[in-house]
């Protein structure tokens, strides 16, 4: 397993919930939880994988997904299993979703 971890700074913030979960850990799939906490305005981003070697790759694809959205105070949770990045990219969607209270 590789443990991997990213801070983003000058967020904008929300309102939305202040959980969200989507996606199962399965072969070929992540699960992904949100939590708004205290965090002094940053997004903290803690990504546990079994495939070694991407993380450039999953710096950028949080990084995209944080500064798009206004996810300030919040600490995102990922679970790998081998997900692709378009699916990485709806799983967290959904749960983005989710924390804003929308269906997913």
Not at 27 to 54: A, K, M, P
Request: charged share 20%.
């Amino acid at each position: 397993m590789e443990h991997l971890q990213f801070t983003y700074d000058d967020l904008k913030a929300d309102s939305g919930g202040i959980y969200a979960i989507a996606g199962v850990v399965a072969s070929g799939d992540l699960e992904i939880l949100v939590e708004r906490e205290e965090l002094g305005g940053r997004c903290e981003v803690d990504i546990s994988t079994s495939v070694q070697g991407f993380e450039q790759t999953w710096e950028a694809v949080t990084r995209d997904f944080v500064c798009a959205r206004a996810l300030a105070n919040t600490r995102i949770t990922i679970n790998d299993s081998g997900a692709t990045p378009a699916v990485v990219n709806l799983r967290l969607a959904q749960a983005a979703q989710k924390l804003a209270g929308g269906a997913a």
